[in-house]
């Protein structure tokens, strides 16, 4: 039975993706974690390895179409078991382009996907070069020039000729940012590429624009544009943008949300960090920071009370999991993306700082792999790296629950004895599904990572 290759989920909001170009060409032997495809999503770009070795003897999904998570794209036969078959699919190929002796398996056979590796180009330009390589069946004539499977798609979106349209890329490729250009002009009436007459475009603002993202005639059937005044500007928001926006509406849609914020002194880190954070980095060859010690101390919470370690699914049940996966908010210039650092409750706080920052270069280079974004079961987010006192995250979609830790700031506080000294304070704030955890869970949890953090003395050891 060949195994099937299934698109993987790139992201805990992202839903589809698109099969920017193949690899491998049917009948092709392939080695297991060698890279089958070049997917792409709005938040990462990425080759997909084959699960197994073996032969590829069908492809069930063409290049540059664009699938929900899950969805199965193609068929590999395991090496030594299936020697017929892909003798059948070479021979099919030769005859017809196409694998008549392969037959398509159960969508829901398990498929392990193994780290992809990050090509160090952007998004754009792989898939552009992958499409560039090898038209498709199925494209259009006015389509076959230089165009990523992104740009193509948000064009026929909206219904633009991309014959209309110059290419900023190399060698004339029409990129994203010349469609989202385009349509800016048209739209503000200042039109410099000619447009088609029959082309209707829509610019849709706030919610209805998340609803443009999977209807191809969305654009067309939404709401009339909104009037832009002299002294207004539109603008378009990209894809990473709208998954982004989707996926935050629809958490607030499914969660009952609702919130708890403790006060931690955090003197004794601070005072820590103050002293050895310098001689740490030239030491170990990275930076260490308040996040590792919020990360440790929420792997305590998760021990004493698991259960804000747990998804509520479909049919009113609650899976909690047992292995303590940590997603991590991180910024970067095209949007925020959550990379997971797995099994966090093994490491040390060094060993946290370290892999957190390896996820976050990779993160800010455009290099997370499939692995880096899957998995997640927590997420600490960390708004307080820009100053903010107080925070109240929206759940990550399926977790129970979400962090935020902010700034830590220096303030009069009273202490036990009645005194009042000046004390480096921190407001951790957990936003919780309310169907899982009630307030004394979600308060228990937090207590729990607010004793941890206090509990250090001046010497830490964070090895």
Not at 144 to 161: K, V, Y
Not at 307 to 336: C, F, M, P, Q, Y
Request: aromatic share 4%; charged share 25%.
């Amino acid at each position: 039975m060949p195994t099937p290759v299934k698109f993987p989920r790139l992201g805990e909001s992202v839903a589809e993706g698109t099969v920017a170009a193949w690899l491998k060409r049917e009948g092709d032997y392939v080695e297991k974690d060698e890279a089958l495809a070049e997917v792409v999503t709005d938040k990462v770009n990425a080759e997909l390895p084959s699960p197994v070795a073996g032969r590829l003897v069908k492809i069930l999904v063409p290049a540059d179409q664009t699938v929900p998570v899950g969805t199965a794209i193609a068929l590999v036969e395991e090496e030594g078991a299936g020697a017929e078959v892909a003798e059948e699919a070479r021979a099919g190929q030769s005859e017809s382009g196409s694998v008549a002796a392969a037959q398509p398996a159960p969508v829901g056979e398990q498929v392990t996907s193994a780290a992809a590796v990050q090509r160090g180009t952007s998004a754009l330009s792989v898939a552009a070069e992958a499409v560039t390589a090898e038209p498709h069946d199925g494209q259009q004539p006015g389509e076959r020039q230089r165009i990523s499977p992104l740009a193509r798609r948000l064009a026929r979106e909206h219904g633009i000729d991309l014959n209309e349209i110059k290419g900023t890329g190399v060698g004339g490729r029409v990129r994203k940012e010349d469609i989202l250009a385009y349509l800016e002009q048209r739209q503000l009436g200042e039109q410099t590429i000619q447009a088609p007459a029959a082309a209707a475009v829509t610019l849709q603002p706030g919610p209805a624009s998340t609803a443009g993202v999977s209807t191809a005639a969305g654009a067309a059937r939404g709401p009339e544009p909104v009037a832009v005044g002299p002294d207004e500007e539109v603008v378009v928001p990209d894809r990473m943008r709208l998954a982004i926006a989707e996926h935050m509406v629809r958490s607030k849609r499914t969660a009952p949300h609702a919130t708890t914020v403790v006060e931690v002194d955090m003197t004794a880190i601070a005072r820590w960090l103050e002293r050895n954070k310098e001689e740490f980095k030239r030491r170990e060859g990275y930076s260490i920071s308040y996040v590792p010690f919020v990360m440790k101390a929420v792997c305590e919470g998760i021990r004493k009370v698991p259960l804000i370690n747990s998804s509520w699914t479909e049919d009113n049940r609650i899976i909690v999991k047992k292995r303590i996966h940590l997603g991590v908010a991180v910024a970067t210039d095209s949007g925020l993306v959550v990379p997971t650092i797995h099994d966090a409750d093994q490491y040390t706080i060094a060993g946290l700082a370290r892999r957190l920052n390896e996820v976050a270069q990779r993160a800010r280079s455009n290099r997370l792999t499939v692995q880096d974004l899957q998995g997640s079961t927590f997420v600490v987010n960390n708004p307080g790296t820009f100053g903010t006192i107080l925070s109240v995250p929206i759940i990550n979609q399926p977790h129970a629950a979400i962090l935020s830790m902010d700034a830590v700031v220096k303030r009069p506080v009273v202490t036990e004895d009645d005194a009042i000294a000046i004390r480096y304070m921190m407001y951790l704030c957990l936003s919780f599904d309310h169907r899982i955890l009630d307030g004394a869970g979600a308060a228990t949890f937090l207590q729990a990572v607010r004793a941890k953090l206090q509990s250090y003395g001046p010497e830490i050891d964070v090895y």
